[in-house]
């Protein structure tokens, strides 16, 4: 995963580029957390434009981190899904709570 | 009698969460040999993944166990069963309801079965307290007919 920060807009920009599994999302997790605790950012963004793969461990992180974004204030988006990955967020529901930007 | 298949192929693996991406990439490479296009792939694949993945996490929990993977080919159908001799599911019906999940602080989102369900033609699932789960998929690879044609056209033309 790769991350920027903009100080100017308070934004925290994740671009995830691992395969999304129940293997993987643990070192997510942890570096998103750690990160919005750190910038403390107004807006954060997922991009899974590199994203190969995703299985629903992918639904359980994202609602995991709007939760922690929730917390500290910020507000959560997500961007660039295809394929796959498009079709398990739109089965799980969860883009009526996180708006894709 | 005994059902005649194509192929088949046999996997068994130690339930560590690193095995996961291994063992789906293993079923989609078998796969591969029903040409499928890469979004029948990326079904397969993500299917695996979420079976795999709850043998790892809810049928041996914190213990070590093996997984095993049978999968079959048969004329354009793929069949994967995937089991553990984990501690089982007490009632399928309701662990198969989309958003159920026994494990909600690991932020599991209990669609792993909805998953199944969708990207596969049929899923079953066997279990047994204290025996283990087995979840039987099956997926029926659309022909290319167009390129069939096209082959045909080739191969009638150059004789
Ligand atoms: N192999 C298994 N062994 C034991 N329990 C299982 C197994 N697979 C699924 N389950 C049960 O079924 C529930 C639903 O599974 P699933 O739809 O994949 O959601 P999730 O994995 O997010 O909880 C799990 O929470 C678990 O209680
Ligand atoms: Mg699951």
């Given at each position: 995963m790769e991350s920027e920060f903009y100080e100017k807009d308070k934004l925290l920009i994740f671009k995830i580029t691992d395969e999304i599994d129940d293997h993987t999302v643990q070192m997510i997790r942890r570096r998103a957390d750690y990160e919005m605790e750190r910038y403390m950012p107004k807006r954060v963004i997922f991009d899974f434009?590199?994203?190969?793969f995703m299985d629903s461990a992918g639904i359980g992180l994202l609602i995991g981190r709007y939760k922690f974004a929730n917390m500290i204030g910020a507000k959560l988006e997500i961007t660039n899904l295809t394929g796959s990955v498009r079709r398990i967020f739109d089965m799980s529901g969860i883009l009526k709570l996180i708006p894709v930007c | 009698m005994k059902e005649v298949f194509d192929n088949e192929m046999k996997l068994e693996f130690i339930?560590?969460?690193?095995n996961e991406a291994f063992a789906r990439l293993s079923v989609a490479a078998f796969a591969s040999q029903l040409d499928p296009t890469i979004e029948e792939l990326a079904d397969i694949k993500t299917a695996v993944s979420e079976a795999v993945t709850n043998s790892i996490i809810h049928g041996y929990d914190k213990k070590q166990g093996i997984v095993k993977i049978v999968s079959r080919l048969k004329g354009n159908e793929i069949i994967i069963e995937i089991s553990d001799?984990?501690?089982?599911?007490?009632n399928v019906d309701v662990a198969k309801e989309?958003?159920?999940?026994?494990?909600?602080?690991?932020?599991?989102?209990?669609m792993g079965f909805t998953i199944m369900e969708s990207f596969m033609d049929k899923m079953e699932v066997e279990s047994i307290i204290g025996l283990g789960t087995k979840v039987t998929m099956s997926k029926i690879i659309k022909p290319k007919i167009e390129e069939d044609e096209e082959e045909f056209k080739m191969l009638t033309t150059n004789s």
């Open positions: 434009d590199s994203v190969t | 339930s560590k969460s690193s001799k984990g501690k089982g599911i007490e989309p958003l159920y999940t026994t494990k909600p602080n690991l932020e599991r989102s209990g």
